[in-house]
């Protein structure tokens, strides 16, 4: 079993950034491909970027992209959310998530592991 560890949110006002970051337990993070979701409370959990295994293929969600920045450290078993330009929609908690098969979709159910979440609130 793998456990995801978030951190890295908080209050930021409108035009500002956060790096979010989620560390994995065990000793197979590097074969796995990482997403982050977030969800607001009535809503579906929503895809937000993905990255491989190597770190050579990303995926973004469009409404992000230009703004938002996956990377990965597979020497740390971390992958992280650079969060740039935010806006108040972008509002939400924030949750890593790992694919031990490291397929590349975004759908939420192909993801296996996921961690607590964070919280990311963004002020106008």
């Known amino acids: 079993q793998v456990q995801l560890v978030e951190s890295g949110g908080g209050l930021v006002q409108a035009g500002g950034s956060l790096r979010l970051s989620c560390v994995a337990s065990g000793r197979t993070f590097s074969t796995y491909t990482m997403g982050w979701f977030r969800q607001t409370p009535g809503k579906e959990r929503e895809f937000v970027a993905f990255i491989s295994r190597t770190g050579g293929t990303t995926a973004y969600a469009d409404s992000i992209k230009g703004r938002f920045t996956i990377s990965r450290d597979n020497a740390k078993n971390t992958v992280y959310l650079q969060m740039n330009s935010l806006k108040p929609e972008d509002t939400a908690s924030y949750f890593c998530?790992?694919?031990?098969?490291?397929?590349?979709?975004?759908?939420?159910?192909?993801?296996?592991?996921w961690g607590q979440g964070t919280q990311v609130t963004v002020s106008s």
């Open positions: 998530a790992a694919d031990r098969y490291g397929r590349l979709w975004s759908g939420k159910s192909f993801y296996d592991y």
